[in-house]
């Protein structure tokens, strides 16, 4: 289904306003800027490329704007209420099909953009149909039985506030299913705030997570609400939750008892409705009998519990899962149709993809860049050039006219440098896993890191 183009009807702020039209052509939207409501009206019977109208209002439009615009039903509104701004009223909010407050992440109006152009093109679709679609615009694709498991899970748990632990390798596709809980659920139409514990300091836990009031240390010159705030009567998701410190392990383990929590400087407690989801690419029972992990704290969590199975145990899921992302790069490219050759077929179909779908999608995102012509001819070999002669002499061999200790210290520091860039491949940059996997300190690491001139940057996957 070919995107829509968008117009454009804005009561916000300039600054507001250039940041949806910057993030919409990303989104793979046309966008139109109607010049004025006057304007609007004059047109609004002939301007039939109407298909999206988006009001990103802190001021309501006029009651004549919301009449003459309802009367016109092949315009669909989507509402962009910003948050914090002018009471809702209750006569727009009945005109909008779809809405969302700003600001908000890019993937939530993705997904509720998406989910208006289907039922616009659709119409009413059968229920089954219609979560299918919203599965798959959650980038959830797949038809092997245990996949289909896992969906069927999402959509019966998304109905219920009950906290959940979602485990799997890295690159499973946790935060997909996280967001399918919750888009399924009937906390769609609030927030859905991600977490990385990982990237957080033990020291600034309870200031991130609970917020602070104006003059609770030095800088806090203004009220900051924390991430329980953010997610209000949405979703909190807790991504790599085993990272937590013992001390951080605590607090929310408190928190999660009644939801109240005391803000920084706050003499008096607030209280929060969120659920809670928590990832974790190790497995938090054995982390618990390890002591490393508070049997309490994941007692809390794991209400209900959702593994999710590695690529190479739903390898039919591959040729559907592939076929999907490369119409999905095709599109951000603006290329046209990739297919792939069968030979390449059969070598992924053998492959054990450790890195799982993540690592597929960056092989066709790789693939797709490299490659010329509709058919995709390359294998990860290929695209790694090994078995290539590249005449570079082994490190074994190099030096060899230095002394012992000079030569054996050269030897580990080419193979201490090859490690550290492998494992940063395997975890597409993210530190603290590399960390966990070489069983070293984040900042021993990270000095390991900055001593060979390794930098994080060159090992993100690309969106």
Not at 194 to 214: Q, S, W
Request: aromatic share 8%.
């Amino acid at each position: 289904m070919m995107a829509p183009d968008i117009s454009i009807l804005s009561f916000a702020d300039k600054g507001e306003d250039l940041a949806i039209q910057r993030i919409l052509p990303q989104l793979g939207y046309g966008v139109r800027v109607i010049p004025t409501t006057n304007w609007l009206l004059g047109k609004v019977r002939s301007f039939t490329e109407i298909s999206i109208l988006i009001l990103a209002c802190p001021e309501l439009p006029n009651q004549r704007i919301v009449t003459r615009l309802a009367e016109e039903n092949h315009t669909s509104w989507f509402g962009i209420f910003k948050r914090g701004g002018a009471d809702w009223d209750s006569s727009i909010l009945e005109q909008c099909d779809e809405f969302c407050t700003w600001p908000c992440e890019e993937q939530e109006l993705r997904v509720r953009l998406e989910k208006l152009c289907l039922h616009r093109a659709q119409g009413t679709v059968d229920a089954w149909d219609e979560i299918d679609q919203d599965c798959v615009n959650l980038n959830l694709v797949g038809r092997s039985p245990n996949f289909l498991q896992k969906l069927a899970f999402a959509k019966k748990s998304g109905q219920c506030d009950a906290p959940v632990v979602i485990q799997g390798e890295t690159g499973t596709g946790k935060e997909l299913f996280a967001r399918a809980l919750h888009y399924l659920g009937n906390r769609r139409e609030y927030p859905f705030v991600p977490v990385n514990c990982g990237a957080i300091p033990d020291t600034l836990f309870e200031n991130e997570f609970f917020g602070h009031e104006r003059g609770a240390f030095t800088d806090a010159h203004d009220r900051q609400p924390g991430l329980v705030n953010q997610a209000h009567q949405g979703t909190l998701f807790l991504d790599e939750v085993d990272t937590l410190s013992p001390k951080a392990q605590v607090a929310l383990l408190r928190f999660l008892q009644d939801q109240v929590f005391h803000p920084l400087g706050s003499k008096e407690p607030s209280r929060t409705n969120v659920r809670i989801i928590a990832a974790s690419n190790q497995n938090l029972q054995a982390q618990v009998q390890n002591h490393q992990f508070r049997q309490d704290l994941f007692y809390r969590l794991n209400v209900l519990s959702l593994t999710l199975p590695p690529l190479r145990h739903r390898r039919s899921d591959i040729p559907i899962l592939a076929n999907h992302i490369l119409r999905q790069i095709s599109a951000r490219y603006s290329m046209g149709a990739k297919t792939l050759h069968p030979r390449v077929v059969k070598w992924m179909n053998e492959y054990d993809w450790p890195g799982n779908v993540r690592e597929l999608e960056n092989f066709l995102h790789r693939s797709v860049v490299v490659s010329e012509g509709p058919v995709l001819n390359l294998t990860l070999e290929d695209l790694d050039g090994e078995g290539e002669e590249t005449g570079d002499p082994s490190p074994v061999t190099q030096g060899l006219d230095l002394q012992l200790s000079q030569a054996k210290a050269h030897v580990v520091a080419d193979f201490e440098k090859g490690y550290l860039i492998h494992l940063m491949k395997e975890e597409h940059g993210n530190v603290s896993q590399a960390a966990k996997r070489a069983g070293k300190d984040r900042r021993a690491f990270g000095r390991l890191l900055k001593k060979h001139g390794i930098c994080r940057e060159d090992f993100l996957l690309q969106d």
